[in-house]
């Protein structure tokens, strides 16, 4: 079955950068978006950008250009986001969901998020 | 970029009865790319509804999407105890893809 793992949760100062990575299993890893989703404490969600391993592409959010690096591995079939110049503002659980791909459908499956906290 | 505004805020409604959540968008979307989650506290996100109407895998078949351009709806027609839950809509048609703000089913 599809799963998506991801890393466990960060304490950041503001300025610092973070990486979060979600391992996944269960489909060809390289066939598929990967969406990075974010959601602020009591608040919406985010939408932040997309990698596709195939194509080598990513595309940003303009919000974050600039400051985010989406990557991936295939040999372990892993992705990362990673943010630079960390705020306040940027507490937030960070989420994977993987995107369309043969015969399915975008934001089916996602990892349980990884929190990641910026505090002085 | 494209917002989506969804109402009402809240929504507070007994188990068996029907609700009705509404997600308006500022410029028209295309079907295809328009979707309904849930969300339960401390939870990642269920995608419940892709292009606007059709059920994901596992969905029971309560949960029902419509609409076109602008106006999109999602359906609960008799809500579950489990059903009580924030649900967003988001547009992939247009970068970035956005969600709406939520609406919050709690039990009256």
């Known amino acids: 079955q599809v799963q998506l793992v991801q890393s466990g949760a960060e304490v950041k100062k503001p300025g610092a950068s973070v990486k979060v990575s979600c391992k996944t299993s269960g489909y060809t890893f390289s066939d598929y978006y990967m969406h990075w989703v974010r959601q602020a404490p009591g608040q919406g969600l985010e939408w932040m950008g997309w990698m596709h391993p195939n194509a080598g592409g990513t595309h940003y959010s303009e919000k974050f250009q600039g400051r985010i690096t989406m990557t991936w591995d295939t040999s372990i079939n892993t992705a990362y986001m990673e943010l630079s110049g960390l705020a306040s503002d940027d507490t937030a659980i960070y989420y994977c969901?993987?995107?369309?791909?043969?015969?399915?459908?975008?934001?089916?499956?996602w990892g349980r998020g990884t929190l990641v906290t910026v505090s002085s | 970029e494209t917002v989506l505004t969804q109402s009402p805020g809240t929504l507070s409604l007994s188990p068996g009865e029907r609700a009705t959540l509404s997600c308006r968008a500022s410029q028209s979307v295309t079907s295809t790319y328009l979707a309904w989650f849930q969300q339960k506290p401390g939870q990642a996100p269920t995608l419940l509804i892709y292009?606007?109407?059709s059920r994901a895998t596992g969905i029971p078949d309560r949960f029902s999407g419509s609409g076109s351009g602008t106006d999109f709806t999602l359906t609960i027609s008799r809500l579950e105890p489990e059903d009580f839950a924030v649900y967003y809509c988001q547009q992939y048609h247009y970068s970035p893809f956005t969600f709406g703000g939520g609406t919050k089913v709690e039990i009256k």
């Open positions: 969901a993987r995107g369309g791909g043969p015969g399915s459908y975008p934001f089916g499956y």
């Open positions: 292009g606007a109407s």
